[in-house]
Structure formats: C-alpha cells, structure tokens
C-alpha cells in the first residue's frame, strides 16, 4: 500500500482535531518539512525546537509569531513581536510590575473565583466545563491584575475571542475580528485616557505611569500603541491560554480516570499533573519565526527570509526526548517541555497559568472526583495559533 501524501496544514479543520499523527510523520519522514501552498517551513522534533527557541539571532520573532502575519509585520507590535535588544527593553519593564509576588498574592482570590464558579453545580447533573467555567476564569484573574471593571469582561473575552477565530478557507483575521479589534482599541484607549488623568493601583497604571529604558540610558513615557500593544497581550494570551488549558484537563482526566483517580487521592501531584497537561496538550501548539540566515537541517538548506514553524505540541510528543510521550502520567519526571515556549519569549504569565491551572483543578477535583465528557458536545475552537475547546460538556 502507498503512503498517504505528508502534509501539514494548520488552518485544516480535520488535521487540528487530531494533528498528532501528521506530526509523528513529520518527526519520522520530514524533520524539516515545507509547505509549498503557505510558503513556511517546520521543524518537529524536541531538540531542533527547543535549539532553535533559544537561538533568537537565527529564528527572530520581529516580524511576528503568526504564520499569516508575518508577511506585512505590524507597526506597533506587542512585546512578543520584538528581539533584543528592544525586547530585552520592554519585558524588563513590564517584569517590574508583573512579577510572581503580586501574582501569587492572587491565590486567595482565585480561590474564591473558582469556588464562585463551581459551587451553583454540586448536585447537578454537570454543566459546561469551558463555558460556565475555565473561560470565564482567566478573565477575571487577568482583568483583575489590569483593573478592568467585572462587568466588562465578558464582552473584552468575547472581543478576543472573535479575533482569534478563523472560519474555514481563511489563513487571515475575516470581517468579525477586523471589528473587535476596532472595538478593543477603542476600549482600551478610554483607560488609557482615564489612567493619565487618575491612575490607580493595578498593573493597567503602572504601565501607563511607567518609564522604558532608551539605548542611549535615557527612559520616556510608553506611547498609547505602545500601551494597546501590552493590554492586548496580556488579556487576549491570559485568557485564552488558561481557559484551553482547563478545558484539555477536564477532557484529558476523564478520558484517563485512572489519572485522575491519582489527583483526588494525593493532591499533592495537581502542580504535577498542571505540567503534564501542558506537555500533553500544548495550549498554543505552533510558534512562528523569521530566518535570518540560510541554516540547514537534515541535508536541507533553508534560506534565508524564510517562515519557519515551530510545532511545539509535536516537540512535546516526541520519543526522542519523552518516553511514552503519548500517555498521560500525572506522575511523569518533566525536567522541561516547550508548553509554554522556551528562551526569550518563554511565556511572561506562565506563573499565573500554572496557579490558575493548580488551584482550578484542586477546586473541581475537591468537589467532582469523577465526571465524564459528552464527547459528541465537544466543540473545538479553531484558530493558527491556539488549539482546544470552546465547549466540553460534562456530566456526574
């Protein structure tokens, strides 16, 4: 029997329901794959993208992370979308006032949120894990931390949401994100207008009060595109990557009771299981870079101004580094994984994530030990950068 053809295609609907095939064959059969109809290419296996993570000089993030982005780069981009030493510049700055003791201070809080969530459905019959809870969570940690007012935030989530979004045959934003991105800048600028005028004590008027290190040791005042740039970063990739998360747990624990049965009798493993979850299911599985020289994998050169892929959720799978990587071991010795990135663009929230990750499933494991997901109501979200779902119904 002949081979089916190996293509990766993220913005294909089948493939993203279950891309771990097509990336055992890319691992296998093309560890350096091109993709002649998007024009990028990919690497696969562990080493090569944790290698190429760290390596900011050859893969740069300058022109962006986003496949169908980085041909018209943006003007004003998020931290994200920067090298050093501008990079370098702007994480130091925003690092003063996003840092892991006013985060961890909101454990207490996230606690309540959570219980706030849960509780209306102890001795019911289940509910919608995402929609009634893991996406609504990180929203209000995040909108917390930025000062942005409860009532709000479902309409800022559901703004992100539609940003994201990418119906089928479109490999850019379509006409419903081009207006919530209109409707976001023009929320975000009356805080920013409001903050100079009164600034308060969240991270939304540190950064409007705070002063960016020149090159030449000078320091100036953050420009509003600056300032949407930084916004729109922590909302859109505190939410989402927090709520996919929590959606792949509900999933994957009921899909592995035996897992899951580990988590209730020893809580203690929950930190564990939080990274075995990110490893098992990266929330966002792809990150883009730009090739700024010709460099050569396998026998092939890619040249250099090339898109390049980096398949994080393929990495993370991969036996050359994993053992067993396809099973879920709450219990698993995880020295590193590229979950949540790795080198300079290690992900700047993954602190909150793994405390709204631990905290989350201690709540509902507390008050669910077992449940069960009515498969046939699951519904994926589908996008070229985040992977998981909208909808994962369960029932007791």
């Not at 290419?41 to 050859?58: C, G, K, M």
């Not at 698993?332 to 929230?349: A, D, K, N, P, Q």
Request: proline share 7%.
């Amino acid at each position: 029997m002949t081979a089916e053809p190996l293509v990766y295609d993220p913005y294909d609907y089948s493939i993203d329901a279950d891309p771990y095939p097509v990336f055992r064959r890319l691992r296998d059969e093309a560890p350096i794959y091109y993709n002649e109809r998007y024009g990028f290419w990919a690497l696969s296996r562990f080493r090569d993208v944790l290698e190429a993570s760290v390596d900011h000089e050859t893969f740069s993030s300058a022109r962006g992370t986003v496949i169908e982005l980085m041909d018209n780069p943006m003007p004003d981009p998020p931290m994200i979308f920067m090298d050093p030493p501008r990079h370098t510049r702007f994480r130091k700055l925003v690092s003063r006032t996003f840092t892991q003791r006013r985060i961890g201070s909101l454990e207490g809080r996230i606690r309540e949120l959570v219980a706030g969530y849960l509780d209306p459905f102890v001795g019911s019959g289940g509910f919608d894990f995402v929609a009634d809870f893991s996406a609504k969570l990180p929203v209000m940690v995040i909108s917390s931390l930025l000062g942005v007012p409860e009532e709000d935030q479902d309409q800022l989530r559901h703004w992100t949401d539609q940003t994201l979004h990418r119906d089928p045959g479109e490999t850019g934003p379509g006409p419903a994100a081009l207006d919530a991105w209109k409707e976001i800048w023009a929320y975000w600028q009356g805080h920013i207008d409001a903050r100079r005028r009164r600034p308060g004590s969240d991270v939304m008027s540190d950064l409007v009060r705070a002063e960016l290190e020149q090159g030449d040791g000078t320091t100036r005042a953050l420009t509003d595109a600056e300032l949407h740039a930084f916004f729109g970063l922590l909302s859109a990739a505190g939410n989402e990557t927090v709520a996919r998360m929590l959606g792949w747990a509900a999933l994957l624990l009921a899909r592995n009771p035996a897992e899951r049965a580990r988590l209730v009798g020893n809580p203690a493993l929950i930190r564990n299981g939080v990274e075995e979850i990110l490893r098992y299911e990266a929330p966002s599985p792809l990150q883009g870079r730009w090739v700024t020289r010709d460099v050569e994998y396998y026998g092939t050169v890619v040249p250099k101004d090339s898109k390049l892929v980096l398949l994080t959720a393929s990495a993370n799978r991969d036996d050359r580094e994993f053992e067993e990587p396809d099973r879920l071991d709450v219990t698993r010795r995880i020295e590193r994984h590229v979950g949540l990135g790795f080198g300079i663009h290690f992900c700047l929230g993954a602190y909150l994530a793994r405390l709204e990750g631990r905290v989350a499933l201690e709540e509902t494991l507390r008050r669910f030990p077992v449940w069960e997901v009515e498969e046939p109501g699951l519904e994926m979200i589908h996008t070229s950068t985040v992977r998981g779902y909208a909808r994962v119904p369960i029932r007791f």
